[in-house]
């Protein structure tokens, strides 16, 4: 099985080896049909430090890591200006 892609923005970096990714979801409302955006917020395992606030990453899923983080830094999309 193939591995699962995301790719979102970098909104925190304060802790070791470790970034915060907001994925954006979007799908129609059941009912209204008007598209609704939600976010989620995942932990992923950057090992060189190379990610900064506002960058756009993608992430890949992983073994687990530590308690909460199952992802890994693929690549730095975009930087933040």
């Known amino acids: ?6 790719q979102g923005t970098v909104i925190s970096n ?3 080896k470790t970034v915060v990714v907001k994925v954006a979801d979007y799908e129609p409302h059941p009912r209204y049909k008007k598209i609704m ?7 992923a395992h950057d090992a060189e430090n190379i990610c900064n606030i506002g960058d756009v990453v993608r992430i ?12 890994t830094v693929a690549e730095v999309v975009e930087k933040a200006r």
């Open 60 to 71: 890949v899923e992983s073994r687990p890591v530590s308690k909460d983080k199952r992802w």
């Open 37 to 43: 955006e939600s976010n989620k917020n995942y932990k």
């Open 1 to 6: 099985m193939p591995k699962k892609e995301k």
């Open 14 to 16: 304060k802790m070791d």
